[in-house]
C-alpha cells in the first residue's frame, strides 16, 4: 500500500487549474460533464482512500473484525504510518459521510416540498406560476416513481412578479433557459459536485465553476432557443436586477441576485458562440491544464485501486486458513 493511499487525498488539486480556465475557452455543456467525472472520479478515490486507512488503522483496536494474523510485526510493516493516518481516517470518513448524508437529505427535502407546493398548482401547467409579488423562477426536477409514490414530472416554477418585470419576449429566454435545465439534467451534475465537495474539500472550486458552467450552458440553449443572444443577455440582466432568492434554495435559478457571476453570464451572451469542441488545443493554457487533470485522476485512480489491491493481498496472507 505504501504511500500511494495518501495520493488520491491531495491530487484533486491538479484538478483546480482547468475548474478556472475552462469557463474562457471551453463550452459550456463540455465544460459541465468534464468538471463533473473528473469531481466524481477524484471524490470516489478519496473515499476509497479513507475507508482503507480506516480498515488499516484500526487492525490493532479491540474488537475489530480483522483477524488476528494482522498484528503480526511483518504485516504491520507493509502498511506505514497505519496506526496514526487511520487514527485520523476515522473522524475523517465519518464527518464526510455525515456531511454527504445531510446534503442528500437536504436536497431530498427541498425537492419534495418545492414538488407540493407546486402540486396546489393546475396540472400540467407548464410554466407553473406562483402567485407571489417576489421576482424568482426556478426548475425543480422530476423524481422517480417509487412505491407508494407517484412520478413527478420536472417542472418549472415562476412567479408572478417574475413574469411582470420581463416582456413577452425576455419570458421566452426565461422559459427556454430553466427548461434547458431540466433537459440537460443540470441538477444531476451539480449534486455530483456538491458530494464531492463534501469528501474532500479540495474538491469544493469545482462545485461553484459546475454551478457557473450550468447556468451557461441553459444560457446558450435559450439564446439558441429564441434565436437572439442580445435578448437572451438582456433577460438575465434584467432578471438579475430585480431578482430575489428562490424559496426551493439549491434549485437551478435563472438569474440569482449574485453580483459576479451574473455580469460575467451576460458578456459571455454578447461575445460569439463559444466554439464547441471536446478538449481544448494542447499548447494552450487550457490544454495543459486538461492535460494535467486527466493524469491527476487518472493517478489517482491507479493509486486507490493499488492501495486497494494491496489491502486485500496483506489480508489474505493475514488470514488463517
Not at 25 to 40: N, V, W
Not at 188 to 215: D, I, K, M
Request: with cysteine; hydrophobic share 50%; net charge positive.
Amino acid at each position: 500500500m505504501g504511500v500511494f493511499v495518501f495520493l488520491p487525498l491531495v491530487l484533486p488539486l491538479t484538478a483546480l487549474p482547468i475548474a478556472r480556465l475552462a469557463e474562457q475557452h471551453l463550452h459550456p455543456r463540455t465544460t459541465t460533464r468534464l468538471l463533473t467525472l473528473l469531481a466524481a472520479v477524484l471524490g470516489l478515490c478519496s473515499t476509497l482512500c479513507l475507508v482503507l486507512l480506516m480498515v488499516v488503522g484500526t487492525a490493532q483496536l479491540p474488537g475489530n473484525p480483522l483477524p488476528d494474523g494482522w498484528s503480526d510485526p511483518q504485516v504491520r510493516a507493509a502498511v506505514p504510518y497505519a496506526e496514526v493516518a487511520g487514527a485520523a481516517a476515522i473522524p475523517a470518513l465519518a464527518a464526510a459521510l455525515t456531511v454527504c448524508g445531510t446534503a442528500l437529505r437536504r436536497y431530498g427535502r427541498v425537492r419534495t416540498r418545492a414538488h407540493r407546493a407546486l402540486e396546489a398548482l393546475p396540472a400540467g401547467a407548464d410554466p407553473a406560476v406562483l402567485p407571489d409579488d417576489e421576482p424568482y423562477a426556478y426548475a425543480v426536477p422530476g423524481t422517480p416513481a417509487r412505491p407508494g409514490r407517484r412520478a413527478r414530472p420536472g417542472r418549472i416554477a415562476v412567479s408572478r412578479g417574475m413574469l411582470r418585470s420581463l416582456d413577452g419576449d425576455e419570458r421566452r429566454a426565461l422559459f427556454a433557459h430553466e427548461r434547458a435545465h431540466l433537459s440537460c439534467r443540470h441538477h444531476r451534475s451539480l449534486l455530483v459536485v456538491r458530494l464531492a465537495g463534501c469528501v474532500n474539500p479540495l474538491l469544493l472550486p469545482l462545485r461553484s465553476a459546475v454551478a457557473f458552467a450550468t447556468e451557461r450552458w441553459a444560457d446558450e440553449e435559450a439564446a439558441r432557443a429564441v434565436g437572439d443572444r442580445r435578448l437572451t443577455a438582456r433577460a438575465v440582466g434584467r432578471a438579475a436586477l430585480v431578482g430575489r432568492p428562490a424559496p426551493a434554495k439549491g434549485m437551478a435559478q435563472f438569474a440569482s441576485p449574485e453580483p459576479g457571476p451574473v455580469p460575467r453570464r451576460v458578456a459571455a451572451l454578447l461575445a460569439p458562440v463559444p466554439p464547441v469542441r471536446p478538449w481544448p488545443p494542447a499548447l494552450t493554457p487550457a490544454g495543459l491544464a486538461a492535460l494535467v487533470a486527466a493524469a491527476g485522476t487518472a493517478a489517482s485512480a491507479l493509486s486507490a485501486l493499488n492501495a486497494a489491491v494491496a489491502l486485500l493481498v496483506v489480508l489474505k496472507a493475514a488470514t488463517p486458513l
